[in-house]
């Protein structure tokens, strides 16, 4: 079993809709957790970062931890064409200079 | 300002090419990463350096070899690559501490023929 599991997609949706990103990961030692952007050909751009369990707001992203479940999400508010992108969820314990990331969700905003 | 730069950003070279690839960072991050990424994967790490003294190293083959000139600039010495070395080269920096934000920059695509 990968550390941290992520559906790949794709996903589709129309503009404007509520979009739901979601992970699962195994070890319990993870305390940060990211979420990263990357449009086709171009490097990860790092969206959301939080520590623990709790939410984080950031304009129409909210990231979403919680660490009884293992459960990470990313919720986009108001989706845009501009979002569409591969999602790639990360984890690490802090103990190292290590993430561990999920395999990534293409999403499609469709105008 | 959170920029990390690469160049160049396409490079095409035969498997008897000698190339480096380079990455630079303003941000006095103190750590500095190469990932590899192959289409529809995660980034792979290879590298990381922690105040320019290389400090993970994730068996990657000779043929690659990392190299650190100051706090700024991260290189990657390639040599007698294979086709299957074809893939996006990351660079990424963060502060020193493990816990830290990664920030990438935008890679350069390598192609081996």
């Known amino acids: 079993q990968k550390e941290v599991e992520q559906d790949p997609g794709p996903l589709s949706v129309p503009e404007g809709a509520i979009v739901s990103l979601n992970c699962t990961y195994s070890?319990?030692?993870?305390?940060?957790f990211m979420w990263y952007r990357q449009y086709s050909r171009k490097g990860p751009e790092l969206l959301m970062y939080?520590?623990?369990?709790g939410n984080k707001e950031d304009g129409r992203f909210t990231a979403q931890v919680d660490k009884s479940s293992k459960y990470i999400s990313l919720f986009i508010r108001d989706s845009q064409p501009s979002d569409s992108a591969t999602y790639l969820c990360?984890?690490?314990?802090?103990?190292?200079?290590?993430?561990?990331f999920g395999k990534g969700t293409l999403l499609t905003v469709n105008p | 300002d959170t920029e990390v730069t690469q160049t160049p950003k396409h490079l095409v070279m035969g498997m008897t090419n000698k190339k480096s690839l380079k990455c630079e960072q303003h941000?006095?991050?103190?750590?500095m990463y190469w990932y590899k990424q192959k289409a529809k994967k995660p980034p792979e790490l290879m590298f990381v350096y922690s105040y320019e003294k290389l400090s993970i190293n994730e068996s990657v083959p000779s043929r690659f070899s990392p190299e650190c000139p100051n706090s700024s600039l991260l290189n990657l010495h390639l040599h007698a690559l294979q086709p299957e070395d074809s893939a996006l080269y990351l660079c990424a920096s963060s502060q020193v501490s493990g816990i830290d934000r990664q920030y990438f920059g935008p890679g350069t695509r390598l192609t081996v023929l």
């Open positions: 939080t520590y623990s369990s």
């Open positions: 070890n319990s030692a993870f305390q940060y």
């Open positions: 941000m006095g991050h103190r750590a």
């Open positions: 990360a984890s690490s314990d802090g103990s190292n200079y290590k993430l561990t």
